[in-house]
């Protein structure tokens, strides 16, 4: 008798079961590759043997390999419909769960062209594969998102702690696809920033309309080294792109402000513990009124995020609970009034991911909107986590459908959590185009690009289709650090390329691209001079990893090149360092395996609320006035970082 990865590849039901009578664990070995032997039977698509190991064999229906692919995922390669169809009837697997990349069995099935098992799956789900988005729909960090639909068009708001311009506004015609049209707060002086920690800043902002007017309201966070941690801020426009006014602060502390507006013309803020409320002037300048508790939330641990709507004579108050780890959630009560008692929906949590399994996870922060025609959604956060439970990317976007009960409450995606695969909405599809590369030849900067904090301002410099970057006094460590330009890494599998002009360096001095989090977590990748008797120019990779400081093997730089190309190649937390002097031929400099300090998780220090940023930097450091170099320039001086392009390349 063979072994049972051999009976299974040949399809030998009886040996299957003599084997498995004998040792039933067999069952769950794993081939060379780590797959179990009940995926490696799914995949043989042979209904006889799947029924067996389902009904009989000691395989659970919750069994998935690494890349969290299921039973259904592998049948499905096989295009066995019959196989395919009892998994889902019988056993109860989905066509839409998602694994790692967000894969699924009906996109398998499109994608190896199984015209039935595609049509079957297309029966199932009630739509075509054409006619459904995928979630997130914003990849990368955009927390906390809060939506308000103004006509047919819609905005968006997202959390941007640190970094500057200060909350992203961002567009959609259809909320599926989205870009970044303006930020609340523009002005260097209103901004705030430059004292404070990674992961202060601006958060959870909330979005609404008003008359006219847009407004938008965010908590100002500040470090912890005072004795008021936390402020509100409101500004407003005419125009939701901006620019908006001056911050008005609002001294009532709390987190996650949002905007309410009741039908008697008075306005209102909530804020958390649970949620609290206040009246604002007309303006929405001033607090006119204490706070006052509606309700602490359903749940009962860490609530925040709240939101009002009122409908049918119910006001309806959405609230984030279970904090933003694990068990976050999205939980809805209501009154007759306002002021009123607010019962808990019995449908509670409306928005939780109830599958550890799950590649989407951490969901909730919600808020509802409707479309015009009369549809109803919710936005919310959720996060990915791959590894060891690293989510580099942060907190993202995801859009759910909302139903309405029978009595009168609303659940998200029928109460199956978040979707990976959803019917798009009854709205004008409506793509922009993908700002994955710049040439730098616009006299302005996309609305990609960012800064930790708030830059010089002449940081930045376009000019003869190079984007110009000053070199700072502070390293990457400081938080006064200037003028880094970062953009979010958006996805787990990415290159980027950037091509940069050879810079003449004092000892000391680098540039190049780093991968960034925050101060005290980053990656160099560049051109460094080093502080040797007989300085060389060299081209290296250092960590910084809290207090850790990692140097990796240097090359000699031929500094007569004109120019030298910079490659970072990404999967998943590894990361591949290259370099080339005609754009064409690269050397591998290193490859790193394990970059988890990217991650909200990577380091126990501060607030880590954010994601990985990828971008160009500068450091000059400062050698005293007193000092020149055989250029003779004066050591006090800044130098510009000179790159042509910078391209960031998603794979699939």
């Known amino acids: 008798m063979g072994t049972i990865e051999d009976a299974i ?35 043989t698509g042979n209904i006889e043997l799947v ?11 919750n069994i998935h390999d690494d890349n969290n692919k299921n039973m259904l995922h592998y049948a499905s390669m096989s295009g066995n419909v019959a196989t395919c169809r009892y998994l889902v009837e019988r056993v109860g697997l989905s066509p839409l769960d998602g694994d790692n990349n967000l894969q699924t069995p009906f996109e398998i099935a499109h994608e190896n062209r199984f015209l039935e098992l595609e049509e079957y799956y297309e029966g199932v789900v009630g739509c075509k594969l054409k006619d459904m988005y995928h979630n997130p729909i914003r990849t990368g960090m955009y927390p906390d998102p809060s939506i308000v639909r103004v006509g047919e068009d819609y905005y968006m708001v997202n959390s941007s702690f640190i970094y500057y311009p200060c909350i992203p506004v961002s567009h959609s015609k259809d909320l599926i696809n989205w870009r970044i049209i303006g930020y609340a707060i523009t002005e260097p002086d209103w901004a705030g920033l430059e004292n404070l920690e990674g992961g202060r800043g601006y958060w959870a902002p909330d979005i609404s309309y008003y008359e006219g007017r847009f407004y ?32 008005s602060i609002i001294d009532e502390d709390g987190i996650d402000p949002s905007i309410f507006n009741d039908d008697d013309g008075k306005r209102y803020m909530l804020l958390n513990r649970g949620a609290r409320i206040f009246e604002l002037n007309k303006e929405a300048t001033k607090q006119i009124s204490k706070a006052t508790m509606l309700y602490y939330g359903d749940f009962k641990r860490a609530p925040e995020g709240p939101h009002l709507l009122k409908k049918d004579g119910y006001y309806y108050l959405f609230e984030a609970e279970g904090g933003t780890g694990e068990g976050h959630r999205v939980t809805v009560s209501r009154s007759k009034e306002l002021f009123g008692i607010y019962e808990p929906c019995p449908y509670n949590p409306i928005m939780r991911q109830n599958n550890p399994d799950a590649i989407i996870q951490r969901c909730g922060h919600g808020k509802p909107v409707q479309t015009q025609n ?45 979707s990976t695969l959803q019917k798009k909405p009854n709205l004008p599809w409506t793509e922009w185009e993908e700002e994955y590369e710049d040439d730098f030849k616009n ?20 000019s003869g289709s190079y984007a110009k970057v000053k070199s700072s006094r502070f390293d990457l460590d400081s938080m006064y650090a200037k003028n880094i330009l970062l ?3 958006q996805h787990f599998r990415f290159n980027i390329e950037s091509k940069m002009k050879m810079p003449e360096l004092y000892p000391g001095q680098n540039c190049g691209v780093t991968c960034y989090y925050d101060e005290n977590t980053f990656l160099k990748f560049g051109v460094f001079a080093t502080q040797e008797e007989q300085p060389r120019i060299v081209i290296k990779v250092v960590e910084k990893i809290g207090e850790e400081i990692i140097e990796h093997p240097e090359h000699d730089v031929d500094f007569k090149q004109r120019h030298i190309f910079l490659k970072v190649e990404t999967a998943y937390l590894r990361r591949t360092f290259s370099y080339s002097y005609d754009g064409a031929n690269y050397i591998k400099l290193i490859s790193l395996d394990n970059v988890y300090y990217l991650c909200d998780e990577g380091l126990n220090k501060g607030k880590r609320f954010t994601g990985a940023m990828i971008g160009m930097y500068a450091y000059s450091g400062d050698f005293g006035s007193n000092y020149v170099d055989t250029y003779g320039r004066n050591g006090a001086e800044h130098y ?12 699939k």
């Open 487 to 489: 953009r979010r890494q």
């Open 51 to 61: 029924k067996y190991i389902v009904e009989y064999s000691r395989a659970n229906m």
């Open 640 to 651: 510009y970082a000179e790159f042509d392009y910078f391209n960031y390349y998603p794979i």
């Open 374 to 418: 009369g549809d109803w959604y919710m936005v919310y956060l959720c996060g990915r986590k791959i590894g060891d439970g690293y989510s580099i990317l942060g907190r993202e976007t995801a859009l759910d459908p909302i139903t309405w009960t029978a009595d009168g409450w609303p659940i998200v995606n029928n109460l199956d959590g978040p």
């Open 9 to 43: 590849y040949l399809e030998n039901i009886y040996e299957v079961k003599m084997l498995l009578e004998k040792e039933p664990d067999l069952i769950n070995k794993k081939d060379e590759r780590g797959v179990l032997m009940s995926l490696l039977a799914a995949k």
């Open 216 to 247: 938008i309201t965010a908590t100002y966070r500040l470090n912890d080294t005072g004795t008021v941690y936390r402020k509100q801020i409101i500004v407003s426009s005419d125009h939701p792109e901006g620019p908006y006014s001056k911050p």
């Open 443 to 462: 006299s302005y900067l996309s609305n990609s690009w960012w800064f930790p904090r708030v830059p010089d301002m002449d940081g930045i410099i376009l």
